[in-house]
């Protein structure tokens, strides 16, 4: 079946069956000049930094520390027109806090989304257990919620969960489970013998060990989901014929950006995803860094789409912790290695450095010990493995994956 999200970029953009990367490219940017305007006259930020006469590549980015620096710049339409507001914890250094604004429409969009995305992975009468957001009104899990509503698909958004028996409990009847990638590989290798239909990973990194080790024991379908808090969650989805994600063409322009010269990178390249908002009412946001690695993949999808797709995302940068000279490591890395190990429930890394000596702590959640020279590719020589065994239950401590610093 091609990509329920082919179809809707096909409509949205009124290319239909004349829809190819091309003529995409050229809507979107026609769209874009539009989107120049509007950001220039409304906002603070934008005002008298970029005009209509650019081009995509000639915009200046927009960094996630300006959006945290003084949200209100970006701001297009009156406070009293502000339906919700997100505040967004930020992961760097700073204290200051993002917020996000969205207007009645913006909501609407991201509904919209939500509804053709989950058409690729359920049908009517399917239920859903939402096991991430909360139930507070148009908050990420509401949004979803409704938007399955509106496709004939019940869903019950789970209340604060405290560790994997509960999330167990409400999960045991539900047809599509959506939750963070580590959590219901966790839920997965505690309980092998339940058979959800499909499996939705969302709101984290989704390491390629984690979707292999779902789909083989629980024998379902499993899709990721890529978004952002700060362009209304949706950004892309996978259909039922390929990992790689079908993106949400119609309401944002998607780059790959090369680390190294800031260009867009060509289709295969790796680089940071910087992300458009084509639509975006209350805050329009142009060129952002997301900060997170993927790559644009050009060929056709098996599912009939002839659109550029997303690869996997690959990692953050700011994730890169430094643990030799000319070597990094990442809890993506960690993930790929020690999730293979079918034994491995879960686990906890942090990396220390006293007096000039890096080591690896890693507690880890298993059913029997692991073989520590399967981290020797990732782990220089001189870098010390300290291995713990004990539980490390992700919904004890609910949270975006992370090699922490100690
Ligand atoms: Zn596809």
């Given at each position: 079946?091609?990509s329920p999200?082919?179809l809707w970029?096909a409509?949205?953009?009124?290319?239909?069956?004349n829809?190819?990367?091309?003529?995409?490219?050229?809507?979107q940017?026609?769209r874009?000049?539009?989107?120049?305007?509007y950001a220039a006259?409304n906002?603070?930020?934008?005002?008298?930094?970029?005009?209509?006469?650019m081009?995509?590549?000639?915009?200046?980015?927009t960094?996630?520390s300006?959006?945290?620096?003084?949200?209100?710049?970006?701001?297009?339409?009156?406070?009293n027109?502000?339906t919700?507001?997100?505040?967004?914890?930020n992961?760097?250094?700073?204290?200051l806090k993002?917020?996000?604004f969205?207007?009645?429409?913006d909501?609407?969009?991201?509904?919209?989304f939500f509804s053709?995305?989950?058409?690729?992975?359920?049908s009517?009468?399917?239920?859903?257990?939402?096991?991430?957001?909360?139930?507070?009104?148009n908050?990420l899990?509401?949004l979803?919620q409704e938007?399955l509503?509106?496709?004939?698909v019940?869903a019950?958004?789970?209340?604060?969960?405290?560790?994997v028996?509960e999330?167990?409990e409400?999960?045991?009847d539900?047809?599509?489970?959506?939750?963070?990638?580590?959590?219901?590989?966790?839920?997965?290798?505690?309980a092998?013998?339940?058979r959800p239909k499909?499996?939705l990973?969302?709101?984290d990194i989704?390491?390629?060990?984690?979707?292999?080790s779902?789909?083989?024991t629980?024998?379902c379908?499993v899709?990721?989901?890529?978004?952002?808090?700060e362009?209304?969650?949706?950004?892309?989805v996978n259909c039922?014929e390929?990992?790689e994600l079908?993106?949400?063409?119609a309401?944002?322009?998607l780059?790959?950006?090369?680390?190294?010269t800031?260009?867009?990178a060509?289709p295969?390249e790796?680089g940071?995803?910087?992300?458009?908002?084509l639509?975006n009412?209350?805050m329009?946001?142009?060129?952002?860094k997301?900060?997170n690695?993927?790559?644009?993949?050009?060929q056709?999808?098996?599912?009939?789409?002839n659109?550029h797709?997303m690869?996997n995302?690959?990692g953050?940068?700011?994730?890169?912790i430094?643990?030799?000279?000319?070597?990094?490591?990442?809890?993506?890395?960690?993930d790929?290695i020690?999730?293979t190990?079918?034994?491995?429930?879960?686990?906890?890394?942090?990396v220390?450095?006293y007096r000039?000596?890096?080591?690896?702590?890693?507690t880890?959640?298993?059913?029997q010990?692991?073989?520590?020279t399967?981290l020797?590719?990732?782990?220089?020589?001189?870098?010390d493995?300290?291995?713990?065994?004990?539980?490390?239950d992700?919904?004890t401590n609910r949270?975006?994956?992370?090699?922490s610093?100690?």
């Open positions: 079946m091609i999200v082919h970029v409509k949205k953009t009124g290319l239909e069956r829809l190819n990367p091309y003529k995409l490219a050229i809507w940017r026609e874009l000049k539009a989107v120049i305007d006259k906002t603070r930020f934008y005002n008298g930094k970029i005009d209509p006469s081009q995509l590549e000639d915009l200046p980015f960094l996630p300006d959006l945290a620096n003084n949200p209100y710049a970006f701001l297009a339409i009156p406070q027109s502000v919700r507001v997100t505040t967004l914890a992961s760097g250094t700073t204290s993002k917020r996000i969205f207007s009645q429409s909501l609407e969009r991201t509904k919209e053709v995305g989950m058409s690729t992975m359920v009517k009468g399917d239920k859903v257990q939402i096991l991430i957001s909360n139930r507070t009104e908050s899990g509401s979803l938007s509503s509106r496709i004939g019940p019950e958004i789970s209340k604060s969960l405290r560790n028996t999330a167990l409400v999960s045991k539900a047809d599509c489970l959506v939750g963070m990638p580590a959590e219901l590989l966790y839920m997965s290798r505690i092998p013998e339940m499909s499996v990973l969302a709101a989704a390491p390629q060990a984690i979707i292999k779902i789909k083989k629980w024998k379908n899709f990721c989901h890529y978004g952002h808090t362009f209304g969650y949706g950004i892309a039922d390929s990992d079908h993106l949400r063409d309401h944002n322009i780059e790959i950006i090369d680390i190294k800031q260009e867009p060509l295969g790796v940071e995803i910087v992300i458009t908002t639509w009412e209350a329009p946001i142009i060129r952002y997301t900060g690695i993927s790559r644009l993949i050009a056709p999808c098996k599912c009939g789409s659109l797709r690869g995302v690959e953050r940068i700011a994730d890169n430094a643990i030799a000279k000319g070597k990094v490591l990442n809890i993506i890395q960690l790929e020690l999730f190990c079918n034994f491995v429930r879960g686990f906890n890394a942090s220390s450095n000039g000596k890096t080591a690896l702590h890693l880890i959640d298993a059913t010990r692991i073989d520590p399967i020797e590719p990732v782990t220089p020589n001189e870098v493995i300290d291995i713990n065994y004990g539980a490390a992700p919904f949270r975006k994956r992370r090699l610093v100690k």
